[in-house]
């Protein structure tokens, strides 16, 4: 039986773990997380914020997905979304969930990210 979902994988080009490191870290506040001795030989970085981890990979042929993307659930966000545009990040807001507000972000190597958090009335 599923209890829970442990981490979203995000696929990376080669050399990008700098620009990751300054958009999940400096700019969502997510915090950087060892990755296994084994692993880290691959390359790529791992994030966490509370129960919620985002593993970047490097990928040789990566493409950003055009749909695919974890949707994250925020707190305040008209004041996350506010934060994320101060420091340069893309906010696309969009109002196609009913009872809920939304944006969208996008990483530096072009993977999408939706942010959202339910009405206060549902």
């Given at each position: 039986?599923?209890?829970?979902?442990?981490?979203?994988?995000?696929a990376a080009?080669?050399?990008?773990?700098?620009?990751?490191r300054a958009y999940y870290g400096d700019v969502l506040g997510m915090t950087e997380i060892p990755k296994p001795p084994a692993l880290a030989a691959?390359?790529?970085?791992w994030f966490q914020t509370g129960g919620v981890q985002l593993?970047?990979?490097i990928e040789a042929d990566?493409?950003?997905?055009?749909?695919?993307?974890?949707?994250?659930?925020?707190?305040?966000?008209?004041?996350?979304?506010?934060?994320l545009a101060a420091l340069g990040a893309t906010v696309e807001w969009d109002?196609?969930?009913?009872g809920h507000r939304r944006f969208f972000s996008y990483d530096p190597?072009?993977?999408?990210?939706e942010f959202l958090e339910p009405d206060r009335a549902v």
């Open positions: 039986m599923i209890s829970a979902v442990d981490h979203v994988q995000l080009p080669p050399g990008s773990e700098d620009r990751l691959r390359g790529g970085c593993h970047l990979g990566f493409r950003p997905a055009d749909k695919a993307h974890p949707g994250l659930r925020v707190t305040g966000i008209a004041a996350y979304g506010a934060r109002g196609g969930l009913p190597v072009g993977n999408r990210l």
